[in-house]
């Protein structure tokens, strides 16, 4: 079946450094989004991203489609403390929406 | 974007008993959708509801187990049949924003169970 593979699964970042977290999907993809979840809350939409080789900025957070339509990344540069959570990507497919793992993003103290 | 009002927020069941979760949405909405959520896992979509008509169920999932009503273009309730230790989970219903090329999905607060 379709899949969106999204990695890493964690990732341990001092404060201040950069995040990335990368999706890949095994089929092309119509348009793909991107979801925050902080810890013991529920996903919150960021940004969609529709265009081949489309980039999109929001202040720290850089989101790439890739080419091909079939990988997307989320780059956040210096991270703070209010960036804790978990990044999910989602694609959509055949009117499907088909969910990564998720990413997350592990402040060390 | 929509606001979506989720009930109960969190609740411990005993096995063998049903809860019912219902989603209330500020607008008209056609499609509503429920996920499950285990702990520190991706969302799985249990089905999606649509108003006037069954629901749509996805693999691995049936309406014995989670029946969903759909009585107007608002409201939304799943329901999680004769539970066990294994239907422990986050529960969280969704709608597609109005502009979907804009604003994606926005979700229920979720309602964590725990069945014992």
């Known amino acids: 079946g379709q899949q969106v593979m999204q990695i890493p699964q964690y990732q341990h970042v001092q404060e201040g450094e950069d995040f990335t977290t990368y999706c890949n999907s095994s089929t092309t993809l119509s348009n793909i989004q991107w979801y925050k979840q902080r810890p013991g809350g529920h996903p919150v939409f960021l940004i969609q991203l529709v265009k081949s080789g489309e980039v999109k900025k929001q202040k720290r957070l850089t989101f790439q489609f890739g080419e091909a339509k079939k990988n997307s990344s989320l780059h956040i540069t210096a991270t703070q403390t209010t960036d804790v959570g978990t990044y999910f990507c989602a694609g959509r497919s055949n009117y499907q929406l088909i969910w990564g793992a998720g990413t997350k993003l592990i402040i060390k103290p | 974007s929509a606001v979506i009002s989720q009930k109960p927020s969190r609740d411990i069941c005993q096995r063998g008993t049903s809860l019912t979760i219902q989603c209330q949405v500020d607008s008209q909405v056609t499609m509503m959708f429920w996920y499950r959520q285990q702990p520190g896992q991706s969302l799985t979509l249990i089905a999606t509801a649509n108003q006037g008509s069954e629901a749509t169920y996805e693999s691995g999932f049936v309406i014995d187990k989670f029946p969903i009503s759909r009585p107007n273009l608002t409201f939304s309730t799943l329901t999680v049949s004769n539970m066990s230790p294994e239907d422990s989970s986050i529960y969280l219903c969704?709608?597609?924003?109005?502009?979907?090329?804009?604003?994606?999905?926005?979700f229920g607060s979720g309602t964590r169970l725990t069945v014992v």
């Open positions: 969704s709608v597609e924003g109005r502009a979907a090329m804009t604003y994606g999905y926005t």
